[in-house]
C-alpha cells in the first residue's frame, strides 16, 4: 500500500503566495519523478510542473516564473507565488513509485486552492 498526501491549499487574495506540501508513504522501494497536477472546474486536470526522469524539472507555461517545485526523498513541494484567479483549482500530487516490483503512479486526493479577485 502506498499513500499520497497533500496538504497547503487555501484560500489566498491575488498576488498572494501558498505552498504545498506531498509526502508519499508506506511499500515504496523507490520514487522516480513526482508532481502535480491541477483540475479547475469544468476543465481537465493539467500539469503545473513535475520532476521528470534525471531530475529535470518541467513547468506549465502559465505558472513560470510564478511557481516553484522542489523535492526532499518522498516529499514534493509547490511553492506559489503572484497567485492569480485563474490559478484557483483543486491541485493533486502524483508519484512514481517502485513498489515490490511494480511501477505505477500513485495520487492524493487533492487539496483546493481559491484565488479571489
Known amino acids: 500500500q502506498v499513500q499520497v498526501v497533500e496538504s497547503g491549499g487555501d484560500l489566498v487574495q491575488a498576488g498572494g503566495s501558498l505552498r504545498l506540501s506531498c509526502a508519499a508513504s508506506?511499500?515504496?522501494?523507490?520514487?522516480?519523478?513526482m508532481g502535480w497536477y491541477r483540475q479547475a472546474p469544468g476543465k481537465q486536470r493539467e500539469l503545473v510542473a513535475r520532476?521528470?526522469?534525471?531530475?529535470a524539472r518541467r513547468y506549465a507555461d502559465s505558472v513560470k516564473g510564478r511557481f516553484t517545485i522542489s523535492r526532499e526523498n518522498a516529499k514534493v513541494y509547490l511553492q506559489m507565488n503572484s497567485l492569480k484567479p485563474e490559478d484557483t483549482a483543486v491541485y493533486f500530487c502524483?508519484?512514481?513509485?517502485?513498489?515490490?516490483?511494480?511501477?505505477?503512479?500513485?495520487w492524493g486526493q487533492g487539496t483546493q486552492v481559491t484565488v479571489s479577485s
Open positions: 520532476f521528470s526522469r534525471g531530475g
Open positions: 502524483y508519484a512514481n513509485v517502485n513498489s515490490g516490483g511494480a511501477l505505477r503512479d500513485y
Open positions: 508506506g511499500s515504496i522501494f523507490s520514487v522516480n519523478d
